[in-house]
């Protein structure tokens, strides 16, 4: 288990932070069959500090959708825990305006984190039919690092990474959810909250990787600039590796 007095992660996050988490995510398999729409699930700490965030990525998630249309589109499930123990799954969607509604209408409660119920939800959805990718949005840790730690070392035997997103700098919140990147074979990010261009290259970079792989990403990189440029490199290599 972690402890305050472990050498954790406290800087804040950075451009070498962003462009480190795009580069893993270039060099990431995904697991999808051709001609299938990408599968990804989305979930998000609806505790109560969260409530900024989640309207914030509620008024970015549309752009998901519109990014991987033209690679045979995305199916996005919504997950969220929040208040005490609840939590709620969506239906696999198909249509951006699904997605906002179900977002604009759920409301954050006060309650402790629930990422392991996550990771074994994403687990038992990938037994049924394959996730290409699990994001997670979140701020806090209040679970057993170890206990996820075996959740997601099953999902990287699946095939599923786990790409954490962190809004803030609290450090077993960093340290938990870098060991569930690396252990799912996924990526960690920290991220500004009073930055949202770069949490949108972010999880747009995710959903274009689930639905198209790495050529669309770099596509997409082509197209963007910016965060998602510095990664076209790392791209090109990894698709010549593949090839």
């Known amino acids: 288990m972690a402890n305050k007095d472990s050498k954790l992660p406290v800087d804040k ?16 398999a995904v697991n999808k069959a051709a001609g299938e729409r990408g599968r990804l699930i989305f979930a998000m700490d609806a505790t109560a500090s969260r409530q900024p965030m989640w309207d914030r990525a509620s008024q970015i998630q549309g752009e998901m959708f519109a990014e991987t ?6 199916e996005i499930q919504l997950a969220f825990y929040r208040g005490f123990g609840e939590f709620k799954v969506s239906s696999w969607l198909t249509e951006s305006a699904e997605l906002l509604r179900l977002m604009t209408s759920v409301f954050c409660l006060a309650g402790q984190t629930q990422v392991g119920k996550i990771l074994h939800h994403a687990i038992n959805e990938t037994k049924e039919k394959p996730v290409n ?5 979140g ?10 730690g075996a959740l997601a070392g099953e ?13 803030g700098d609290d450090p077993i919140a960093a340290f938990a959810f870098q060991q569930v990147a690396r252990l799912s074979n996924g990526a960690y990010c920290r991220f500004d909250a009073n930055s949202p261009n770069v949490l949108r290259n972010l999880l747009n970079a995710v959903a274009v990787f689930a639905a198209g792989g790495c050529r669309a990403l770099e596509d ?9 440029l510095k990664i076209a490199h790392q791209v090109t290599d990894s698709g010549s590796r593949k090839g």
């Open 13 to 28: 996050s950075s451009t070498t932070d962003v462009e480190a988490f795009l580069q893993k995510v270039a060099t990431t």
């Open 69 to 74: 249309a033209a690679l045979g589109g995305l």
């Open 133 to 137: 990718a699990v994001v997670f949005v």
């Open 139 to 148: 701020d806090c840790m209040e679970e057993d690092v170890d206990k996820l």
């Open 155 to 167: 999902m990287g035997l699946l095939g599923v990474p786990a790409f954490m997103f962190h809004e």
């Open 220 to 228: 997409l990189a082509k197209r963007r600039g910016g965060d998602v």
